[in-house]
Each structure stands twice: as structure tokens, then as C-alpha cells.
T-cell receptor
Framework: DAGVIQSPRHEVTEMGQEVTLRCKPISGHDYLFWYRQTMMRGLELLIYFNNNVPIDDSGMPEDRFSAKMPNASFSTLKIQPSEPRDSAVYFC????????????FGDGTRLSIL | QKEVEQNSGPLSVPEGAIASLNCTYSDRGSQSFFWYRQYSGKSPELIMSIYSNGDKEDGRFTAQLNKASQYVSLLIRDSQPSDSATYLCAVIKDGGTSYGKLTFGQGTILTVHP
């Protein structure tokens, strides 16, 4: 049974470049979440979707960040332009049911902005 | 006051001892509670979920929930060095605009020494 799949696993790029992170949720899961984790701020929810519709994007730090979910099996998180302070591990998670079920995390993308 | 707070660490226990991890939450509307384990450089992994007052046991792990006191804990019996990790308490506030939204505590680092 495949879990949440994220790509790339690592990304190193220069400041100002566009970064696109990808996520494939577990088949049948109707909730998808994007998190960011840093030593200073811990694990923060950026945005989440239910049935491909964004429900809460209050955690998105600023307009440079955007997320889409064009279908039930794919989501992207884009940063444009990227800045060094965006360096973090970005996790995608998914769950099913009525939103009260535990979330299953992907392996994450370690992003470094130089 | 943070929405989800965990006892400050790091916590160090000898092998074979009981490790006790504590968490408090601020919203009385919270209904679903989870403990995740995160090894260094890895993604969070669900180890326990609890939804009603009382104790829930799974192997060496026991989760305890007291909604009146807004308190949830995790006990690890017969601690092993392989239990050394960061433990994250997470809460879902069912209903309203927060439906399905998982809020994490800052995590407690546990070290089990031989």
C-alpha cells in the first residue's frame, strides 16, 4: 500500500528562483495538508484541502507561496520568488474520513535556498 | 497561551524505565488527539490516537486523556534506546473552520540511555 509520495526529496536552489514541491496523497484520502518544519518554529500547517478545494490557507506565510490541487491524486506547493528564510523541510500529509482521522505523512522535501 | 503545549525537554530516562510525556491544549472543543514520533531526519509517524476520556493501551504505549483538565499524556513502558526520538502531541478541533485541522505541540525530545 503506497504511502504519501513527495518529490523531490531534496532541493537546493538560489534565491529568487521558483520552487515547486509535489505531493501524491494516499489513494482514497480526501484531505491533503502541507506543513513546514524548522528548528525555530516547529511543525506549521500552511494550507489544507478537502476534496481538492482549499479550506484553510491562513498558514501560508505570504503571497510568494501558492498551492494547488488540480485533482484527487496530485498537489503542488510553489514558492516564487524563493528566499533563504524559506529553507525548511516541507511535509505533505493526507487522511480520509470526516477530518478527525490521523494524518499520514510523506517523507518530506528538504529545501535549501542559497 | 499556545494552543498545544508539551512538557519542556529534553527528557532522559534509563533503558527499561517508564517515560512520561505530557501535553495540554487550550480549546475545549478539541475532540481528537494523537501522538506522533519523529526520528531525526524523518517524517512524523503516528503511534497513538485517542478520542475519549480514559486510557488506551497499545503494546508498550499508553495514551491517557482527560478532557476536563484538557490534558493528554503518553506513557512508554520498558523504554528502549530505539524509542529515542521527538514526540509530537497533536490535536484536531472538530467543527467550524478548524474542521480537520491538526495543531501540533512543539515536541519533546526523548533520549533513552542504556
Amino acid at each position: 500500500d503506497a504511502g504519501v509520495i513527495q518529490s523531490p526529496r531534496h532541493e537546493v536552489t538560489e534565491m529568487g528562483q521558483e520552487v515547486t514541491l509535489r505531493c501524491k496523497p494516499i489513494s482514497g484520502h480526501d484531505y491533503l495538508f502541507w506543513y513546514r518544519q524548522t528548528m525555530m518554529r516547529g511543525l506549521e500547517l500552511l494550507i489544507y484541502f478537502n476534496n481538492n478545494v482549499p479550506i484553510d490557507d491562513s498558514g501560508m506565510p505570504e503571497d510568494r507561496f501558492s498551492a494547488k490541487m488540480p485533482n484527487a491524486s496530485f498537489s503542488t506547493l510553489k514558492i516564487q520568488p524563493s528566499e533563504p528564510r524559506d529553507s525548511a523541510v516541507y511535509f505533505c500529509a493526507s487522511t480520509s474520513g470526516q477530518g478527525s482521522q490521523p494524518q499520514h505523512f510523506g517523507d518530506g522535501t528538504r529545501l535549501s535556498i542559497l | 497561551q499556545k494552543e498545544v503545549e508539551q512538557n519542556s525537554g529534553p527528557l532522559s530516562v534509563p533503558e527499561g524505565a517508564i517515560a512520561s510525556l505530557n501535553c495540554t491544549y487550550s480549546d475545549r472543543g478539541s475532540q481528537s488527539f494523537f501522538w506522533y514520533r519523529q526520528y531525526s531526519g524523518k517524517s512524523p509517524e503516528l503511534i497513538m490516537s485517542i478520542y475519549s476520556n480514559g486510557d488506551k493501551e497499545d503494546g508498550r504505549f499508553t495514551a491517557q486523556l482527560n478532557k476536563a483538565s484538557q490534558y493528554v499524556s503518553l506513557l512508554i513502558r520498558d523504554s528502549q534506546p530505539s524509542d529515542s526520538a521527538t514526540y509530537l502531541c497533536a490535536v484536531i478541533k472538530d467543527g467550524g473552520t478548524s474542521y480537520g485541522k491538526l495543531t501540533f505541540g512543539q515536541g519533546t525530545i526523548l533520549t533513552v540511555h542504556p
